[in-house]
C-alpha cells in the first residue's frame, strides 16, 4: 500500500529531500503527522538518524547504500534502530542520560554521544528539556540543523512544541532551542512533522517569540 506523508508526496521509497540527504516518512495516525528516517551518505561511513518505522523495501534502500552509525537524538527515537542494526551492522550512539529508556525498549546501545562531538558530518549540540539526552545535529558547512523531538513540523512550514505532558523540563527546553537559533542554519530538518527546507532559522525564532 502506498502511504502519502503528510508534505505531500508518496513514500515507495527513500527520497533525497537535499544533496546527499535522504529521508522517509511513516504516517503516525494518532500524531496526525509524519515521523521521518533519515540516511546521510558521508564518505567515512553513512549515518542512519532516528530510523522511523519502514517498510521493508526501505530497509533494503538503506542496506543498499549502507550504514556505519545510527544517531538517536532521544529516547523516544529507538523505532526501528534495532532493525537497521541487525541489518547493516551499525553501531547505535545515543546521549547516556536517555540510554536506560532506550535499552529498557529492546534497544542495544553501542556508544555514547556527546555535546561538541562529531558524527558524521555533524556537530552534535545540546538540545535537552523533552527529555534530559535529547541533541540536535547541526552541519554548519551545509547550513542543516537536524532535531529529534526539540520542536515539530506542524503545522508545514512552521514549528511546534510538543505538548506539555511529555516535555520533561518545558524552561529547559526553550532555552535549548533559543541556542539552537543561534546557530547558523537554513534547512530545519525535524524528526515529527513537515521539514523546512528554507528559512528555518527564522520558523525557530518565530516559535520562540510564541512560547517565550
Not at 536506560?100 to 556537530?123: C, H, M, Q, S, W
Not at 552534535?124 to 552541519?139: M, T, Y
Not at 510538543?162 to 541556542?179: F, G, H, M, N, Q
Request: aromatic content about 6%; overall charge negative; proline content about 7%.
Amino acid at each position: 500500500m502506498l502511504h502519502k506523508p503528510a508534505w505531500g508526496v508518496y513514500a515507495i521509497g527513500m527520497r533525497e529531500i537535499l544533496p546527499g540527504v535522504l529521508t522517509w516518512p511513516w504516517f503516525s495516525a494518532r500524531h496526525g503527522y509524519d515521523f521521518n528516517g533519515w540516511l546521510v551518505r558521508h564518505p567515512q561511513g553513512n549515518v542512519c538518524i532516528d530510523p522511523a518505522e519502514m517498510a521493508d523495501e526501505i530497509l533494503e534502500e538503506i542496506a543498499r547504500e549502507g550504514a556505519a552509525r545510527i544517531v538517536l537524538t532521544n529516547r523516544n527515537h529507538f523505532r526501528s534502530s534495532m532493525r537497521v542494526r541487525e541489518r547493516t551492522g551499525a553501531r547505535i550512539a545515543i546521549h547516556p542520560a536517555d540510554a536506560e529508556f532506550a535499552r529498557g525498549k529492546g534497544t542495544a546501545i553501542d556508544d555514547e554521544l556527546l555535546p561538541g562531538e562529531a558524527v558524521g558530518p555533524f556537530a552534535v549540540v545540546d538540545a535537552h528539556g523533552k527529555s534530559p539526552g535529547e541533541i540536535a545535529l547541526h552541519w554548519p558547512a551545509r547550513r542543516i540543523l537536524l532535531i529529534g523531538d526539540a520542536c515539530v513540523g506542524k503545522p508545514p512550514g512552521e514549528c511546534a512544541l510538543l505538548p506539555d505532558a511529555v516535555i520533561e523540563d518545558k524552561p529547559a527546553l526553550i532555552e535549548s532551542l533559543r541556542r539552537l537559533s543561534r546557530l547558523d542554519f537554513d534547512s530545519l530538518l525535524v524528526g515529527d512533522g513537515a521539514p523546512i527546507m528554507e528559512g528555518g532559522r527564522a520558523v525557530l525564532e518565530r516559535l520562540l517569540a510564541r512560547v517565550s
